[in-house]
């Protein structure tokens, strides 16, 4: 006999309803997706437009500037095989071996004001097996080589800490690996993700979205409470489909659980991501690539201290560390939703959630006043200045302090209501 440990009776998760009062608060919201959709035709007709001739480049920004292309397997076993018969031939005429390797220092970082992005400059450096100094770096770049050709032959993908233990007797230490593995996606000129290395995940996304992940339909509203990890393989992802009326971007993992589970992107259509603090590379390439088909606001909810203020730079404008792939990495045009300096007496924060902001705190504060993405922005501005001025940082999880759900039925209403980002 049939017993219920046997047929578990399974209970099925209640609709959560759109919310009577959608249409109402997500007014302004629809306005600025029009908006924003309108831009984004003009720039697609302008780029139709422009065809084949060179992409005109800012004033000031110097030509021999590198961004990186998305190449295919056979286009990057290509350029790498071309590489390495180049190494031959200097061998055979025995003068050793030398590689000319684009610089990732600082001084050649680049902020593009007009395309709200840093961009690696032109300088470049010679790497020989001849000079003592960089024969060691010589060795670990040809084995890095030699690794990655046998990935792209196997049609395969690692991570970067696979890479390291294949070879760990010489490359000591993961970051001399991981390096290199930068230097050679510049030396060919391809994408990270091109070379099928991947960082492990760590990014997660509920809500209105589905899509084809290597062949498996993906439907993010009925992925579990948590939500679905959002994957390393970018570009085995296709057919993206969405009706949500924008993007959430959440700096905490514990303020993507409460909208996750109280389904606020079925009140109010939207999609929640978070890469649980500093973005990782997989969740600024998803995010790109979502905005960039679905054409929908990002609304950045984060932390009101600087360090929430440069997460949301990263996510628009890049990291010095991949300034070369910034392209493919970036997504312009985000809008500060919260957690705002000014948000603390708006919403009357108790002096208690309020945190006073550490010696370091207030350096890192004044050090974003000069920062150009901060500058373009005189409501950001503002807003930094005020924390700075007062002192004072206040923590997402802060609104709480009004009831466990006031965060999803009371402060994130009203902000679309109001239209209230930046």
């Not at 110097?62 to 292309?69: G, H, M, R, T, Y």
């Not at 031939?89 to 025995?94: C, R, T």
């Not at 409470?225 to 009326?245: F, L, Q, T």
């Not at 978070?274 to 088909?293: C, H, N, W, Y």
């Amino acid at each position: 006999m049939a017993t219920a440990r046997n047929n578990p009776i399974r209970k099925k998760r209640a609709v959560v309803p759109l919310a009577e009062d959608a249409d109402d608060v997500l007014r302004k919201c629809r306005k600025l997706k029009q908006e924003l959709m309108v831009k984004a035709n003009r720039r697609q007709e302008e780029e139709q437009h422009q065809g084949e001739t060179a992409i005109t480049l800012p004033e000031g920004v110097p030509s021999d500037i590198l961004e990186v292309a998305e190449l295919d397997g056979p286009q990057v076993l290509e350029a790498m095989e071309a590489i390495a018969l180049g190494i031959a031939k200097q061998v055979l005429n025995k003068q050793g071996f030398a590689m000319e390797v684009p610089s990732r220092a600082s001084s050649n970082q680049i902020y593009v004001k007009e395309w709200d992005r840093i961009v690696l400059g032109g300088k470049k450096s010679t790497r020989s097996f001849l000079n003592v100094k960089e024969a060691r770096k010589s060795a670990i770049t040809l084995r890095v080589f030699q690794l990655l050709h046998a990935v792209l032959v196997k049609r395969i993908h690692i991570t970067k800490r696979d890479l390291f233990y294949t070879d760990v007797k010489l490359f000591i230490d993961q970051s001399e690996s991981d390096g290199v593995l930068d230097d050679i996606a510049t030396m060919i000129g391809c994408t990270r993700s091109n070379l099928h290395v991947v960082a492990s995940d760590k990014g997660l996304v509920v809500g209105r979205i589905q899509f084809e992940e290597d062949g498996d339909y993906i439907d993010c509203t009925k992925m579990g409470v948590g939500g679905k990890a959002i994957p390393p393989y970018i570009d085995k992802i296709d057919n993206i489909v969405s009706d949500a009326e924008f993007i959430l971007l959440v700096e905490k993992e514990a303020a993507y659980m409460r909208m996750a589970e109280d389904r606020f992107y079925n009140r109010y259509p939207c999609i929640v991501i978070t890469a649980k603090g500093q973005p990782d590379v997989a969740t600024r390439m998803f995010l790109s690539r979502i905005t960039s088909e679905l054409k929908i606001p990002v609304l950045g909810l984060v932390d009101s201290d600087p360090y929430g203020l440069k997460i949301l730079s990263v996510y628009m404008s890049g990291s010095k560390n991949m300034s070369y792939d910034s392209a493919s990495l970036t997504t312009p045009d985000i809008k500060w939703l919260g957690l705002r300096p000014s948000d603390l007496n708006r919403y009357k924060l108790p002096e208690q959630c309020r945190l006073d902001m550490t010696e370091n705190d207030i350096k890192t504060g004044k050090e974003l006043l000069k920062e150009d993405f901060i500058q373009k922005n005189p409501q950001w501005m503002k807003e930094l200045e005020i924390m700075v001025k007062t002192k004072k940082k206040a923590e997402i999880q802060a609104l709480s302090s009004f009831g466990f759900q006031y965060i999803t039925e009371e402060y994130l209403p009203r902000k679309l209501k109001e239209g209230d980002w930046i």
